[in-house]
C-alpha cells in the first residue's frame, strides 16, 4: 500500500519535500509516479522514477526545478520541489507500476500503466 505524506501550506519559493512509501513493502514496483490534481483541474503528471536504476522523468511544469530519488532499502521515493509558485497548489499522489508496463514503454506520463494509488498529500502554496 502506497502511503504519500510530505504535504502542506508553503510560502511562494519555497522547497516541499514529498515523500511515498510502501508501506507493507510488498509491492515489486518498476516505477513509481507522481501526479497532481489541482481545484477543478485534470490530474496532471509531475515526474517519474524507475525502481531499479533509478532513470527519472520529469513533465515540463517541474522540469529544472523537481528532483524524485528512491530509497529502495527504505521503499521510499522522494519528490522534492523549489521555487515553488501558487500554480504548484495540488493534491500530489504517487503511484506504482507493479506490472511492468512501463518497463518497455518508457510512457511514465500516462497514468493508465500505474496499477498501485496512494491517497493524496496536499501542497498549498501561498503567501
Known amino acids: 500500500q502506497l502511503q504519500a505524506s510530505g504535504g502542506g501550506l508553503v510560502q511562494p519559493g519555497n522547497s516541499l519535500r514529498l515523500s511515498c512509501v510502501d508501506s507493507g513493502r510488498s509491492l515489486r514496483i518498476y516505477a513509481l509516479g507522481w501526479f497532481r490534481q489541482a481545484p477543478g483541474k485534470g490530474r496532471e503528471y509531475v515526474a517519474a522514477?524507475?525502481?531499479?536504476?533509478?532513470?527519472?522523468d520529469y513533465a515540463d511544469i517541474v522540469q529544472g526545478r523537481a528532483t524524485v530519488s528512491v530509497d529502495n532499502a527504505e521503499h521510499t521515493v522522494y519528490l522534492q520541489i523549489n521555487g515553488l509558485t501558487p500554480e504548484d497548489t495540488a493534491l500530489y499522489y504517487c503511484?506504482?507500476?507493479?506490472?511492468?508496463?512501463?518497463?518497455?514503454?518508457?510512457?511514465?506520463?500516462?497514468?493508465?500503466?500505474?496499477?498501485?494509488w496512494g491517497q493524496g498529500t496536499q501542497v498549498t502554496v501561498s503567501s
Open positions: 503511484a506504482a507500476d507493479t506490472k511492468k508496463s512501463t518497463y518497455y514503454s518508457h510512457t511514465y506520463s500516462d497514468s493508465a500503466v500505474y496499477d498501485s
Open positions: 522514477i524507475t525502481w531499479s536504476n533509478h532513470a527519472t
